[in-house]
C-alpha cells in the first residue's frame, strides 16, 4: 500500500501574498536587507545562547526567532521539504517526498534524519524553520515567497543553514537576485524540454554527492539550459554532456552544469537541475546523489564546494623582464621541474633577445650558437639566480624551413635523489658537435651536477648518458621533455627531426627532398624506423657511473632476430610520435601522460587523409603511437613514395602498419598503431568520419563528427601538463584542493579558444585509446589573454601543491618582455562545514 508522505499543515494564504505583482516584488531585494538585519540579529543571538525577543518582519511579531539546530547528533537532524508552487503542483512532489523520506530513513544511525513536507510559506516566517538542518525546494516556478518569507530564508541561511533545490527551483522567485544566487543560476527559457536519456559526466569524485556516482552516468531526465552558465562562479560537481541528446533551445554548450554548490551567505546551498521526471526518484543513483547533498547541507558530511570558484585562485608574476643585455631573469622559455625544497629550475632554449644577431651562414663557424639557460627561482627569497649556460646549435632565428632551427637546450629533470646528490640532467644539442658540411649535430642527455655552495651547475661535471644524430639543415622538432617513474627509469622524449612542409601538412612521409643523402621530410626515417631515436620517447634507467641500463618492458629488447637482427633500439618505449614536447608520469600511477604538436593541413583530405592533429595520449604500456602513418583513433594517411612522391599510394593500415620507405634502416613490419587517448583539429576536438569496408574513413569534412566538443583547435600547438596528486598533510598556503587530485592537465601554447582543461580518463580504457570522460576548463583559473599567460610553453605542480607555468612571450626563438615563470595558487579556504560545525558520530558518541 502507498505511504502518504507525512506533510505539514497548509495555512491559507491570501492572494495578494501568494501572487505579488511585478513591481512589489522588484522592491523585495531593496527592503530584504533592513528586513533580514533584524532577523539576522535574532538568529545570531540564539545561536550564541542568548534568548533575544522575536524581531519583527513586517506584520509577524515571532518571524526571526530562527533557531538552527546545534550538533546534537544525526537522530536528532531534520530537514524541511518545501513544495509550494505558483501553479499546479509538479507530479513530481510526492514521488520526491518519498525519496526524500526513504533517504533519511535508510544508511548509517549516524546520518538519518527526519522529513517534514509543506507547501505553507509562513514556516519561514517562524521560529519553526530553525528547527530544521536543511531546507528542500521542491517546488515548480513561480513568486512562492512573499518579501518577509524571502528574508526568512535569508535569515536562515545566514546563520549556517542547508538548502537543496531540485529541477524547478530555479524557476522560483523569478524577481530576487538574492535567489538566483542562492540555486545559482536561472533556466533560459522557464522550462525544460522532453524527457531524454543523456550521459551525466561527474567530475566531482569526492563530494558526498558524486563521489558514488558512475563517471559516466546514463539516465532519462527533462534537461534544463541556463540564461548564464554558472560554472566558475559556483562548483559544478556534474554535467550533461549534450551531444548525448537533443539539446534544442536549452543548449549551452560541451559546459552544461546540471548539479553544483556552494557556500552562500553563512551558509550551504546545493542544486541538481536533475529530478524533472517522478521516475528520477526511484533511481538508485539519484537517491545516492541526494543523500549526499543532504548529508552536506545538514551539515552530517563535509566538502568542497570552493574548488572550481575561479576567484578563489590567483595567477601571480614571479619573474621581472630581463635587465638590458642581461638573460638574469629568463632565457628562452622551454621547460621547468622544481626541487623538493620548492625552489624552479627553467630552461631558456636558446634564443637571444628580440633583435639579437644570429648567425645563419653554412660559412660561419658560428652558425646558430646560442645560449642554453638554466635559471632557479626560490621560494625563500623570491629571487632569481642564473646557474648556469650551454654553447648550443639552435639559435638561428626565424624564416622558412631551410633557414629557422628548434634544436637548443629542450628538457631538464632532477635526480630522484636531487637534495642528496645535486644531479640535473639536461636534453640538448651542443654547438660543439655539429657538422657543418654535412649539416649535422649530435643530441645528448647529459647529467651535470648543481655547487651546493654557489648554487651553480658545475659544467666540467657533465657526464653523457645518451647521444644520437640528428640533420639540422632543416627545422623542425626537437621535443625535448623528461620524467621520472616510481621506479627511477627516465623518460626522454624526442621530436621527429623532419620538416613541416614538402607534404602538404599531410603525412609527413616525403622522401625525396634530401641533403648529402640525408632526407629532411620523411618522418618514416625517424619516428616510423625502429632502429633511431627521433619521434620517440624513449625509457632508459641511469646509473650512477653515469651510463645506463634498459629496463624490461620497452618496446624492443635491441636484439630482435626479424629481418636480420640489428634493426631496433632498446630504448625505445613509445614510437610513431611527431614532437613532444611535454611529457609527465603520475607519481601515484606511473602513467605516462604525453602530447605532441601535428602537421599543418588546415582541414581533411579524401585524397590524403587527416587534418592536422595535435594529440594527447596516456599511455600504460609501450606502443607505436602512429606517426606517420596513422594518427588519431587509427585514422590512416596515404603512402607515397619514390619516384613520384606526389602520387597517392594505398592507405596505410593501422593495424599492420609497413614502413617501405627508402630512408628505414630498420623494420619494414612494425608494431600495430595504438589509438590515442585526446586528438584535435581546427574544426574542433577528436573528428571522427564514417568509414569504408576496408576501414578507411571518408575524410569529407561535413560528413566529420567531434567526439570531445569541448576542444577547439586553429593555430595549435599540444603542450601536455602534469597529473595533480593532492598532499594532504601538507600545510602549504598555496596547494590547490583535493578536488583536483588525480585530473590530468592538458593544454596548448596558445591562447584563445584553444585547450586548457583539466581531464579525467576512465582508468579502465586508458592507454587503450577511451577518451575522456569528463574535462573543464581552466581559463578563469589559468587566466589567457592580455595581461596573463598567453602562450603556456609548460606547467608543473611543486611540492607546495602550487601550479607552475612558464610563459613563452610574445616572439618566436627569442625571449622578450612577457616571457616569465608564474605560480597559479589557490585561496578558497576549508571544506565546510567546519569540524566544529560538523554534525556527526563523535557527537553522537560523547551524548
Not at 512573499?146 to 546563520?159: C, F, T, V
Not at 583513433?633 to 619516384?643: A, E, I, M, S
Request: aromatic fraction near 8%; proline fraction near 8%.
Amino acid at each position: 500500500m502507498r505511504r502518504t508522505p507525512r506533510r505539514l499543515p497548509s495555512a491559507r494564504r491570501g492572494t495578494s501574498t501568494l501572487h505579488l505583482t511585478r513591481r512589489s516584488r522588484r522592491r523585495t531585494t531593496r527592503r530584504r536587507g533592513a528586513i533580514a538585519a533584524l532577523a539576522a540579529g535574532a538568529v545570531t543571538a540564539t545561536l550564541l545562547g542568548g534568548t533575544p525577543a522575536a524581531a519583527r518582519l513586517g506584520p509577524d511579531a515571532a518571524a526571526a526567532e530562527l533557531r538552527l539546530p546545534s550538533p546534537p547528533g544525526g537522530k536528532s537532524v531534520r530537514v524541511l521539504v518545501f513544495h509550494a508552487s505558483a501553479g499546479e503542483e509538479p507530479p513530481t512532489v510526492n514521488a520526491g517526498i518519498e525519496a526524500i523520506e526513504r533517504i533519511g530513513r535508510s544508511g548509517p544511525a549516524a546520518e538519518r534524519f527526519r522529513v517534514d513536507a509543506t507547501d505553507d510559506a509562513s514556516v519561514f516566517t517562524s521560529k519553526r524553520l530553525g528547527r530544521y538542518n536543511a531546507v528542500v525546494f521542491l517546488t515548480g516556478g513561480g513568486d512562492v515567497l512573499d518579501p518577509a518569507q524571502e528574508a526568512g530564508l535569508e535569515s536562515y541561511m545566514e546563520a549556517g543553514g542547508g538548502f537543496l533545490g531540485i529541477h524547478g527551483a530555479a524557476r522560483a522567485e523569478p524577481y530576487s537576485s538574492w535567489f538566483t544566487g542562492l540555486v545559482g543560476a536561472r533556466p533560459a527559457d522557464g522550462g525544460a524540454g522532453r524527457v531524454q536519456r543523456a550521459v551525466v559526466e561527474v567530475g566531482d569524485r569526492i563530494h558526498p554527492a558524486t563521489k558514488d556516482l558512475p563517471l559516466e552516468w546514463k539516465r532519462s531526465d527533462q534537461w534544463i539550459g541556463w540564461e548564464t552558465n554558472p560554472s566558475g562562479t559556483v562548483h559544478t560537481v556534474a554535467r550533461v554532456r549534450e551531444n548525448s541528446y537533443e539539446p534544442g533551445r536549452n543548449a549551452g554548450g560541451w559546459d552544461h552544469p546540471v548539479s553544483w554548490c556552494r557556500d552562500y551567505d553563512g551558509g550551504r546551498s546545493f542544486y541538481t537541475a536533475m529530478g524533472g521526471t517522478a521516475a528520477s526518484f526511484r533511481e538508485t543513483d539519484f537517491r545516492a546523489h541526494l543523500r549526499g547533498a543532504l548529508l552536506w547541507t545538514t551539515r552530517l558530511a563535509r566538502a568542497d564546494c570552493k574548488a572550481t570558484i575561479t576567484a578563489n585562485y590567483r595567477a601571480e608574476r614571479l619573474t621581472r623582464p630581463n635587465r638590458p643585455d642581461l638573460t638574469d631573469q629568463i632565457g628562452e622559455p622551454h621547460g621547468l621541474v622544481t626541487a623538493p625544497d620548492g625552489r624552479v629550475f627553467y630552461i631558456g632554449r636558446g634564443g637571444g633577445a628580440s633583435g639579437d644577431p644570429v648567425r645563419t651562414d653554412w660559412n660561419d663557424p658560428e652558425i646558430g650558437k646560442g645560449k642554453g639557460t638554466v635559471h632557479v627561482w626560490d621560494p625563500r627569497t623570491e629571487e632569481v639566480t642564473l646557474a648556469g649556460t650551454l654553447e648550443v646549435f639552435g639559435n638561428k632565428g626565424g624564416g622558412g624551413e631551410l633557414t629557422k632551427n628548434e634544436e637548443g637546450l629542450v628538457g631538464i629533470e632532477l635526480d630522484p635523489d636531487f637534495p642528496d646528490n645535486g644531479w640535473v640532467y639536461l636534453h640538448w644539442t651542443p654547438h660543439s658537435e655539429i657538422d657543418r658540411d654535412r649539416r649535422t649535430a649530435e643530441r645528448r642527455v647529459s647529467r651535470f651536477t648543481l655547487d651546493p655552495g654557489t648554487g651553480r651547475l658545475d659544467l666540467s661535471s657533465e657526464k653523457v648518458l645518451l647521444t644520437w644524430p640528428v640533420q639540422i639543415h632543416s627545422c623542425c622538432h626537437a621535443g625535448g621533455g623528461m620524467a621520472w617513474d616510481s621506479k627511477g627509469n627516465l623518460y626522454i622524449a624526442t621530436g621527429d627531426n623532419n620538416s613541416s612542409q614538402f607534404s602538404d601538412g599531410y603525412s609527413g612521409n616525403n622522401p625525396e627532398p634530401a641533403f648529402k643523402g640525408q632526407a629532411f621530410a620523411d618522418a618514416r626515417r625517424t619516428s616510423g624506423n625502429t632502429n633511431n631515436l627521433n619521434g620517440k620517447i624513449l625509457r632508459i634507467h641511469p646509473e650512477d657511473d653515469g651510463t645506463y641500463t634498459i629496463p624490461e618492458g620497452n618496446l624492443f629488447t635491441g636484439r630482435e632476430p626479424d629481418e636480420g637482427g640489428g634493426k631496433t633500439r632498446g630504448e625505445i618505449y613509445v614510437m610513431g610520435v611527431r614532437n613532444p614536447a611535454r611529457i609527465a608520469v603520475d607519481p601515484e600511477t606511473d602513467i605516462l601522460y604525453a602530447g605532441w604538436v601535428g602537421p599543418d593541413a588546415s582541414t581533411p583530405s579524401p585524397v590524403w587523409g587527416p587534418a592536422k592533429y595535435d594529440t594527447f595520449a596516456a599511455i600504460t604500456k609501450a606502443g607505436n603511437h602512429g606517426w606517420p602513418f596513422c594518427m588519431g583513433n587509427k585514422q590512416p594517411y596515404r603512402d607515397r613514395n619514390l619516384p613520384d612522391p606526389g602520387r597517392p599510394l594505398d592507405w596505410y593500415d593501422c593495424d599492420h602498419p609497413k614502413n617501405e620507405s627508402p630512408h628505414n634502416d630498420g623494420l619494414v613490419n612494425l608494431p600495430p598503431v595504438t589509438s590515442n587517448t585526446i586528438w584535435y583539429s581546427p574544426q574542433g576536438g577528436a573528428p571522427d568520419f564514417p568509414r569504408n569496408a576496408d576501414g578507411v574513413p571518408s575524410y569529407e569534412l561535413e560528413e566529420q563528427e567531434l567526439l570531445l566538443p569541448w576542444l577547439k583547435g586553429g593555430g595549435q600547438a599540444a603542450m601536455n601538463g602534469p597529473v595533480y596528486r593532492h598532499d594532504p598533510g601538507s600545510d602549504s598556503a598555496h596547494k590547490w584542493p583535493e578536488y583536483w587530485d588525480g585530473k590530468w592537465f592538458v593544454g596548448d601554447l596558445y591562447d584563445g579558444d584553444q585547450p586548457r582543461h583539466a581531464v579525467l580518463t576512465d582508468p579502465r580504457t586508458a592507454g587503450r585509446g577511451g577518451l575522456p570522460v569528463h574535462a573543464e576548463s581552466l581559463d578563469g583559473i589559468v587566466p589567457a589573454g592580455q595581461g596573463g599567460i598567453r602562450n603556456l610553453m609548460d606547467w608543473r605542480f611543486g611540492p607546495d601543491g602550487a601550479l607552475y607555468v612558464l610563459d613563452y612571450g610574445r616572439g618566436f626563438f627569442t625571449y622578450d618582455d612577457a616571457s616569465a615563470l608564474w605560480r597559479v595558487t589557490y585561496h578558497g579556504g576549508a571544506a565546510t562545514p567546519l569540524p566544529e560545525d560538523l554534525i556527526g558520530t563523535e557527537q553522537e558518541a560523547k551524548r
